[in-house]
């Protein structure tokens, strides 16, 4: 309360690094799960619930279980959930990140992969891991010389339509952008 809201950006390192993010990210779930099958229950159309997985709750050998029991006890159907991850937590165990993003996307979850283009990307693992939709970073709307940060997005969109992967732009704020 003294310090009044304080962004993600401020406290998922400090969650991390004392381990309550395993806490704090199941409760983070439940209460989306819920939330958002409360919605389709009353007769609201369904939504895609988008949540943020942060690299120690993707490393998590029981990943796929904890989010798939989760999905079950709410009877939340598994399309409608996309776990996101940014591209860099991908890179410390590209192997077992592919199987369990496999094991997810044979669950129906889809799979969003948050801030590309600002890490070690590789356009390889696009056809590689089971990716449902990239969320391209910010930076590429702020670019110095929007024009060309706007040829990046527009050749990163076209790859991803051909491989049949959904593309979001963060960070849009006017019309020129």
Not at 93 to 119: N, P, R, Y
Not at 120 to 134: D, G, K, N, Q, R
Request: charged share 20%; proline share 4%; hydrophobic share 40%.
């Amino acid at each position: 309360p003294e310090r009044g809201l304080i962004y993600p950006g401020e406290f998922i390192a400090l969650a991390e690094d004392t381990k309550i993010i395993f806490d704090l990210g199941d409760w983070v779930v439940r209460h989306a799960v819920a939330e958002v099958k409360s919605w389709m229950d009353q007769g609201l159309p369904p939504i895609r619930l988008a949540v943020n997985f942060s690299s120690l709750q993707v490393e998590q050998a029981n990943l796929v279980d904890n989010v798939i029991s989760t999905l079950a006890e709410f009877d939340f159907p598994p399309h409608y959930f996309e776990l996101e991850i940014t591209e860099n937590n991908m890179m410390h165990d590209l192997e077992g990140m592919v199987k369990k993003m496999q094991s997810l996307a044979d669950h129906g979850v889809t799979v969003a992969i948050d801030d590309f283009g600002t890490g070690y990307s590789s356009l390889s693992y696009l056809h590689t891991l089971p990716i449902h939709t990239v969320k391209l970073d910010q930076s590429f709307v702020f670019y110095e010389k929007l024009n060309q940060g706007n040829e990046m997005c527009r050749a990163l969109i076209n790859v991803a339509k051909g491989l049949n992967i959904d593309v979001i732009i963060t960070g849009i704020e006017n019309k020129q952008q």
